[in-house]
């Protein structure tokens, strides 16, 4: 990183206390003993309890979705998905993303293809995925990126054509809707993620969601090691269950999470304005058409008329004055060691990915980080940057 002179004009004050790309939303601790009291009656921790399938049903009924089945995480939702849906070989997916979702596909034995992403909206370009198709291929696994929405009209078309399954992770897009529509009902099946991180949380916890009933029975199956009663296990399934405590968390959160989207949408708004107008950085916006799921604040800080990271300098910048931002997606998964040598994590195959991964920056972004401190969040970039 380089040393840039010092900026001009008066230094924002640092703040007192770190601040943080995220902050868990938590109900008050009177809510949730409140939210677990009947489990000292019922002695009941696990395995489909009353408070999991509460929180299944009212999930569907607030995700307007026909089925849920919630799961222990996002990485174990795609798990199973992939094990359900019998996916063999090669699965085209994209290199900007979490390690959770690379990793889950070979876990489960299976081949990830990396296809590049369209720098405009970070998702699955899909002229890559179709370039990528092999008489390998089985699926293609897209990821609705930040909460953007992956073109799912292209991508539908295209597993179509080709007979493929197409599974979305939509771990950064719950209560996201396109059109009006909800994010997940698109493709077979869309993954979420309920980690402390998420805009909804459980601790750790994730759900699949699908429109097809039979689906849902067979990853019930899966999640619950395959025993279909006490003398019976029909397939080779895994524990995937959530348990009592996190459904609790669930259900009380679920309360929450309207005032908290709210709260971030306000946030969103203070960035979106403060930051505007600082050279080479740019905020990413959603279409009209989309109603965000308000998980993460990102920003794209343009490296290419320095020699060294300007994204880089920022963020190493920002602890000073006790901001831990994240880089997410940085490193990219394909540049990871343990796959940066299967044939489509080549650089020159990935060239938006990989300048996504240089440039990409999130910004602290939860409901009570409160707009005094937003603002002085894009002070102090603003100086930093100037
Ligand atoms: N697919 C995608 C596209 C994903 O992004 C993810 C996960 C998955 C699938 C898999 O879902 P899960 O299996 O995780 O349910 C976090 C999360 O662990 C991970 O869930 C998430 N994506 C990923 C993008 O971010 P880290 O390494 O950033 O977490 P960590 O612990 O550094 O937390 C970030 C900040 O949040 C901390 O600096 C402080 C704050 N924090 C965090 C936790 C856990 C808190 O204040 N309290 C907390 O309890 O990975």
Redesign the pocket.
């Known amino acids: 990183m380089s040393e840039r002179e010092p900026r001009r004009g008066r230094t924002p004050p640092a703040f007192a206390d770190p601040v943080?790309?995220?902050?868990?939303l938590l109900p008050a601790a009177e809510a949730y003993k409140l939210a677990i009291e009947g489990i000292w009656e019922r002695h009941r921790l696990t395995n489909k309890g009353p408070l999991h399938d509460a929180l299944e049903a009212r999930l569907q009924a607030y995700l307007r979705v026909p089925q849920v089945s919630l799961v222990s995480?996002?990485?174990?939702a795609?798990m199973l998905s992939f094990r359900a849906l019998a996916l063999s070989g090669q699965v085209i997916t994209t290199p900007f993303?979490?390690p959770?979702?690379i990793n889950a596909i070979v876990a489960c034995g299976l081949t990830p293809v990396f296809a590049d992403i369209d720098s405009r909206d970070l998702t699955l370009d899909p002229a890559a995925v179709e370039r990528a198709i092999s008489s390998h291929t089985s699926a293609i696994v897209g990821?609705h990126?930040f909460g953007m929405p992956c073109r799912t009209d292209s991508l539908r078309t295209i597993a179509d054509q080709h007979g493929l399954r197409l599974i979305y992770?939509g771990?950064?897009s719950f209560g996201s809707e396109v059109d009006g529509k909800p994010i997940t009902r698109f493709g077979d099946l869309t993954t979420l993620?309920?980690?402390?991180?998420?805009l909804f949380n459980t601790a750790?916890g994730?759900a699949i969601v699908t429109d097809d009933a039979d689906l849902k029975r067979k990853l019930d199956l899966w999640k619950t090691l395959g025993m279909q009663d006490e003398v019976s296990v029909v397939l080779p399934g895994i524990n995937g269950r959530m348990n009592e405590l996190e459904a609790a968390l669930g259900l009380a959160n679920l309360d929450l999470v309207d005032a908290e989207r709210d709260a971030r949408s306000a946030i969103g708004l203070i960035y979106s304005t403060r930051l505007a107008g600082i050279e080479g950085l740019t905020c990413f916006e959603t279409p009209s058409n989309v109603r965000r799921s308000h998980t993460y604040f990102v920003v794209r800080v343009d490296n290419r008329q320095q020699t060294a990271s300007r994204r880089d300098y920022l963020y190493e910048r920002l602890k000073a004055f006790n901001v831990?931002v994240?880089r997410?997606f940085y490193p990219l998964c394909s540049n990871f060691p343990i796959y940066r040598d299967l044939p489509s994590a080549a650089p020159q195959n990935l060239p938006a990915a990989n300048r996504a991964a240089k440039e990409v920056l999130c910004l602290p972004f939860f409901g009570a980080l409160g707009p005094a401190r937003a603002h002085q969040i894009c002070a102090i970039v603003r100086h930093i940057l100037a």
Do not use: C, N
């Open positions: 943080y790309v995220t902050r868990p995480s996002g990485t174990m795609l993303t979490s959770a979702t990821v990126i992770d771990a950064h993620s309920f980690h402390a991180t998420k750790e994730g831990f994240r997410y």
